[in-house]
């Protein structure tokens, strides 16, 4: 008999918002909460976590590492815990290894082997990622700084980008020729599709890894719409059970889900680092390198996609994922017509990355303004660097084909920023949907409310049906009948 899988506390938390309870939750009280909470909680454990990681079983390297006064006293406790911590960690690596020789071996394997390594992957991960809650007491004793900041002189920024902000196209240009795509072996999805990876070397000379992205295809996948949806910082979608996530309903809904991870994230944390922080830690090269990077990672798919499907496609993501769609929608124009995409889902944007990167509330918690300052780094040395991810016209993307999901209540990618770039960008009020909801709680709300993606489905069909009739009159132009 097959072994039921013991559902998360995660798990349980999120079925419980998809009932008429998470109206309850999703409302701008819960966002004060869920600020407060990855600010005090989240970011430090998760630092405390990244100095166990590097630290592989050594007290005296957790304690550089984690910027935390050593005494007899902690060094006794702190030994325990890297004892457990290290057990975890091994057996994460092992089962890892595991699932690469499943999915990505020479072999397909059996459907059961294929669920049982997917199966014990993410329940592995899932514990690894939760053993931040071990530092609790070591957080309570002490103050433990969110960030491990590397921040670059402005003259090293100088040296890489000075002299793309007169050429922009060259910082966003899609790679010549495109690298190889290894596609993984499938394991089936619950609601009866299959979901698989992709895997290809990052094209950007600033990364110098492999780039991973998750495939959730529905069950009639023939001719599905594609959606590219890049998660939030911080955001480790893949590696996490019962996360708060949209792409089920997509799914449901016939679209198929590509989900890229982001420079950093994921299976891309550098050593001694968690998911995203080396995007804040290196401000303001981590923001360049990101965007200008994940920008040419999505071409690469794009270009894939194009190669494999005629259906359209649209690009879009929460938070860090929807600022990224927001630069292709505007740096797609230096692109060939074939690599644009048809459409755009965007969750919690705002109009300029300086809005939320300096002026947003999490830019806040993490201390980025004073960081970068004791760094030489004045308002106009960053400012300097902000063409290159401002809009310079009309996006590649026709207005009526833009989706937007805004809280009014968001002080994290503020709502007044957003506000004035879709005003600007002629998004039509058909296609805007903006909710008395902050930043954490909007994502909330599509759980129950799927009016957006409804909408974004309506905008794929209509794209489908005018690529039919585009082939249809081509194919008669072309008959010498």
Not at 90 to 107: K, L, Q
Not at 213 to 218: D, G, H, I, L, S
Not at 357 to 366: D, F, I, Q, R
Request: hydrophobic share 40%; charged share 25%; aromatic share 10%.
């Amino acid at each position: 008999m097959k072994k039921l899988q013991r559902p998360s506390i995660q798990e349980l938390l999120v079925a419980a918002l998809r009932t008429p309870m998470g109206n309850l939750v999703a409302r701008p009280w819960f966002d004060y909460v869920a600020l407060n909470t990855v600010a005090y909680w989240f970011f430090p454990l998760s630092r405390l976590w990244a100095a166990a990681r590097t630290a592989e079983g050594s007290v005296d390297r957790f304690f550089e590492n984690s910027g935390i006064t050593p005494s007899p006293r902690l060094a006794e406790r702190v030994k325990r815990n890297l004892s457990e911590f290290e057990i975890v960690r091994h057996r994460m690596v092992s089962i890892e290894h595991d699932w690469e020789s499943v999915f990505f071996g020479a072999n397909a394997p059996s459907p059961e082997a294929a669920l049982h390594a997917e199966h014990e992957r993410l329940s592995c991960r899932n514990r690894y990622n939760n053993l931040r809650r071990m530092f609790i007491p070591l957080r309570l004793a002490n103050q433990v700084q969110p960030v491990r900041w590397h921040i670059p002189s402005p003259t090293d920024v100088e040296a890489i980008y000075g002299t793309l902000l007169a050429d922009p196209a060259k910082a966003f240009a899609p790679p010549e020729p495109m690298p190889d795509i290894t596609v993984s072996h499938r394991v089936e999805s619950k609601d009866g599709g299959q979901n698989y990876w992709l895997r290809f070397k990052s094209p950007s000379p600033r990364m110098d890894d492999q780039v991973i992205a998750r495939v959730y295809e529905p069950a009639c996948a023939d001719n599905a719409p594609t959606l590219i949806f890049g998660h939030g910082i911080c955001v480790e979608f893949d590696h996490w059970r019962g996360l708060v996530d949209e792409v089920e309903a997509m799914v449901k809904m016939g679209i198929r889900v590509v989900r890229p991870e982001a420079p950093w994230h994921g299976r891309r944390v550098p050593d001694g680092m968690y998911g995203g922080e080396k995007f804040i830690a290196t401000a303001p090269m981590g923001a360049l390198d990101l965007f200008t990077s994940a920008a040419q990672e999505w071409s690469v798919i794009i270009d894939w996609l194009r190669r494999t499907t005629n259906a359209p496609i649209a690009i879009g993501g929460s938070s860090l994922g929807a600022m990224t769609s927001q630069i292709i929608c505007d740096k797609a124009r230096y692109w060939p017509e074939r690599l644009r995409p048809d459409a755009a889902f965007l969750v919690t944007h705002c109009g300029h990355i300086e809005d939320a990167v300096v002026h947003g509330k999490l830019a806040e918690v993490w201390g980025i303004a004073k960081a970068t300052i004791d760094h030489g780094w004045r308002t106009d040395l960053i400012r300097r660097y902000m063409p290159l991810f401002e809009a310079e016209g009309v996006p590649v993307i026709p207005p009526e084909n833009i989706v937007t999901v805004l809280g009014d209540h968001d002080n994290v990618t503020p709502y007044n920023s957003a506000r004035m770039l879709i005003d600007e960008w002629n998004v039509p009020a058909e296609n805007q949907f903006i909710y008395r909801r902050g930043h954490f709680s909007v994502p909330l709300g599509m759980m129950r409310d799927h009016a957006p993606l409804l909408r974004l489905r309506e905008i794929l069909d209509k794209q489908f049906d005018q690529g039919q009739a585009r082939q249809h009159q081509a194919f008669v132009d072309d008959d010498p009948i």
